[in-house]
């Protein structure tokens, strides 16, 4: 977890923005929960910040003080996926971990994703629902899935989705998914970088 923690201190959201979507987004350094959630809690909002410094720190205590090597799966075919993952590359290699960049087409990409062949993988998902019971695709342990393909494992977070999802009192609600947010992110299975900006077309008819 320290790593994992590690690397949700590294990264420097503004670069990604500007590197993969010209600017077109928001940086995230908590949970993916929009603002419109029941589950909503700003004190999450900034449970990490960029602060390369503490990120040497956490790779320290994890005994990865000179970093390491690792490969990271995106893919070629979205220019905005490759361009995450370059971004990463860069900013990682600042505290000593040191990307190879394994970016195949789409297809292939989603084939290496459910095998779980890969150390590290960019994902981009339409998580932006208002009820919390979607934080299950990420965090759920069984089947694998596109959003859990790490085979993520916590049984509290478990125990903590199935009570969430069956609970009918809003503000037990809210707090069973406090305790939720904070879990997964101390655990950091998945660190997230960014709210993208949306487009809608409409008529007006």
């Not at 990490?48 to 320290?60: K, T």
């Not at 890969?118 to 694998?144: C, E, H, K, N």
């Not at 037990?172 to 998914?177: G, S, V, W």
Request: glycine share 6%; hydrophobic share 40%; proline share 4%.
């Amino acid at each position: 977890a320290r790593v994992r923690q590690a690397v949700a201190y590294a990264i420097d959201r503004a670069v990604v923005i500007n590197t993969a979507f010209s600017g077109q987004g928001e940086p995230m350094f908590g949970m993916p929960v929009p603002s419109i959630s029941l589950a909503y809690d700003p004190r999450f909002d900034n449970y990490f910040e960029y602060n390369p410094d503490r990120a040497r720190e956490l790779l320290a205590e994890a005994g990865y003080a000179d970093g390491f090597s690792a490969r990271l799966l995106a893919t070629s075919q979205y220019d905005f996926h490759q361009q995450t993952a370059v971004a990463v590359q860069a900013e990682l290699a600042k505290i000593g971990i040191q990307l190879e960049l394994d970016l195949p087409d789409w297809a292939t990409r989603l084939e290496q994703n459910l095998a779980g062949d890969y150390d590290m993988l960019v994902v981009g998902t339409a998580g932006d629902i208002a009820d919390p019971d979607y934080l299950r695709d990420f965090y759920q342990s069984g089947d694998i899935r596109l959003n859990n393909a790490p085979g993520f494992v916590d049984e509290r977070i478990d125990e903590l989705l199935e009570l969430g999802r069956t609970t009918l009192d809003v503000d037990e609600r809210r707090a069973i998914y406090a305790e939720l947010q904070e879990r997964a992110l101390d655990q950091s299975p998945l660190v997230y970088l960014m709210w993208r900006s949306q487009s809608y077309a409409a008529s007006d008819s």
